[in-house]
Nanobody
Framework: QVQLVESGGGLVQAGGSLRLSCRAP???????????MSWYRQSPGKEREFVAT???????NYVDSVRGRFTISRDNSKRMVYLQMNSLKPEDTGVYYCFRPSRGYWGQGTQVTVSS
């Protein structure tokens, strides 16, 4: 059963922007609203790494390498989490995954490729 579905990845030139979306189609609204949600990424040849998180109270945190360029947000009524990525760099290339820690749910990932 698919618990999280990501979309919005693609190919973009350095300096460009992308907006990733994560949908939780099977989540109960109250349960989703109370859940922290995160984005991770896995670059070629590297381990999966934390990118950003947003708590149920909308507190956010980012890995240093994306702070000031990426913004995580959520729309609980739609069961959606977003990752706005600006000023993209080639080192941002990778597969981006949505993660719901309270349930241990991962999405299937969406590919982001930033060309120099």
């Amino acid at each position: 059963q698919v618990q999280l579905v990501e979309s919005g990845g693609g190919l973009v030139q350095a300096g460009g922007s992308l907006r990733l979306s994560c949908r939780a189609p099977r989540a109960i609204l109250s349960d989703f609203s109370a859940s922290d949600m995160s984005w991770y990424r896995q670059s070629p040849g590297k381990e999966r790494e934390f990118v950003a998180t947003i708590t149920s109270s909308r507190t956010t945190n980012y890995v240093d390498s994306v702070r000031g360029r990426f913004t995580i947000s959520r729309d609980n009524s739609k069961r959606m989490v977003y990752l706005q990525m600006n000023s993209l760099k080639p080192e941002d290339t990778g597969v981006y995954y949505c993660f719901r820690p309270s349930r241990g749910y991962w999405g299937q990932g969406t590919q982001v490729t930033v060309s120099s």
